[in-house]
T-cell receptor, first 112, second 114 residues
Framework: DGGITQSPKYLFRKEGQNVTLSCEQNLNHDAMYWYRQDPGQGLRLIYYSQIVNDFQKGDIAEGYSVSREKKESFPLTVTSAQKNPTAFYLC???????????FGPGTRLTVL | AQTVTQSQPEMSVQEAETVTLSCTYDTSESNYYLFWYKQPPSRQMILVIRQEAYKQQNATENRFSVNFQKAAKSFSLKISDSQLGDTAMYFCAVNAGNNRKLIWGLGTSLGVNP
């Protein structure tokens, strides 16, 4: 079955630690996206990548970093510079502009 | 700047009845795409319906249909014969201009009562 996987489902981190969230897709999509979701704030774009080895900052990129070394993978690192990292993180992908974005099941990150 | 406004933070409907969720947007682009996504308690985002702005015909998907008023920049979602499984957050989004970014509304929480 084609789709997007995110791991882990729940992640706990101590303050001051970096943590990497995984996102893998087997839909052969060119574009991939990372969103952050907080209560009452909808979805906010962190980073997106339109092609391998290229990515752009979204609206809230500070404290986050990404890489796109393979078409199917787009990992997100939450660094210690992110002031309030506790949130629900969603990864998505699509092929062409205007196409539906397909979403993974999400990762809930909690900073202890 | 592009914006999407969902003016109803919460709504409720009785099972089997019809409910309409409102969405207005603002863009200066002539070509764009509009979406309604559903996020049930599992938090898995699922596409409900997609509308291409240059198509005048309103999109429909089974019990879900839209009322697309391009001049008014309005894109409301109608759910007919509401079912308990329709209980979810519903997000309106627009993809405009020559970029990949979706602009999202803040969502409407819909509860379907038995």
């Amino acid at each position: 079955d084609g789709g997007i996987t995110q791991s882990p489902k729940y992640l706990f981190r101590k303050e001051g630690q970096n943590v990497t969230l995984s996102c893998e897709q087997n839909l052969n999509h060119d574009a991939m996206y990372w969103y952050r979701q907080d209560p009452g704030q909808g979805l906010r774009l962190i980073y997106y990548s339109q092609i391998v080895n290229d990515f752009q900052k979204g609206d809230i990129a500070e404290g986050y970093s990404v890489s796109r070394e393979k078409k199917e993978s787009f990992p997100l690192t939450v660094t210690s510079a992110q002031k309030n990292p506790t949130a629900f993180y969603l990864c998505a992908s699509n092929d062409r502009w205007g196409d539906e974005q397909f979403f993974g099941p999400g990762t809930r990150l909690t900073v202890l | 700047a592009q914006t999407v406004t969902q003016s109803q933070p919460e709504m409720s409907v009785q099972e089997a009845e019809t409910v309409t969720l409102s969405c207005t947007y603002d863009t200066s682009e002539s070509n764009y795409y509009l979406f309604w996504y559903k996020q049930p308690p599992s938090r898995q985002m699922i596409l409900v319906i997609r509308q291409e702005a240059y198509k005048q015909q309103n999109a429909t998907e089974n019990r879900f249909s839209v009322n697309f008023q391009k001049a008014a920049k309005s894109f409301s979602l109608k759910i007919s014969d509401s079912q308990l499984g329709d209980t979810a957050m519903y997000f309106c989004a627009v993809n405009a201009g020559n970029n990949r970014k979706l602009i999202w509304g803040l969502g409407t929480s819909l509860g379907v009562n038995p």
